[in-house]
């Protein structure tokens, strides 16, 4: 079992920057690949990023790539995303998620990850 804990959302303005942390406690989560999503209102589950358990292997959403950075701190157990140049868009709920085996495309989908966090809020004003 995984527990996933997120934290560092909150409101920014328009062009501004957040990371957001992932802490991960239980069972060892080095083997599987981790993902951040993220959920608006009305909306579904929007894939955003991954990292491999190397930390050295990542893939981005077309919607976040260049402002969004996913990393991952294995001592901590901690994943990471820094995001910057953030748009009133990018409002939503963000959750990571872990253990997904699989390639890419698997790992870019929701339904493939079993532990996920409870979510923190983003909101950024224009």
């Known amino acids: 079992q995984v527990q996933l804990v997120e934290s560092g959302g909150g409101l920014v303005q328009a062009g501004g920057s957040l990371r957001l942390s992932c802490a991960a406690s239980g069972r060892t989560f080095s083997s599987g690949t981790m993902g951040w999503f993220r959920q608006a209102p009305g909306k579904e589950r929007e894939f955003l990023a991954l990292i491999r358990p190397s930390g050295t292997s990542t893939y981005y959403a077309d919607s976040v790539k260049g402002r969004f950075t996913i990393y991952r701190d294995s001592n901590k157990n901690t994943v990471y995303l820094q995001m910057n140049s953030l748009k009133p868009e990018d409002t939503a709920v963000y959750y990571c998620?872990?253990?997904?085996?699989?390639?890419?495309?698997?790992?870019?989908?929701?339904?493939?990850?079993?532990?996920w966090g409870q979510g923190t809020q983003v909101t950024v004003s224009s």
């Open positions: 998620a872990a253990d997904c085996r699989g390639d890419l495309q698997y790992c870019s989908g929701s339904g493939s990850y079993p532990y």
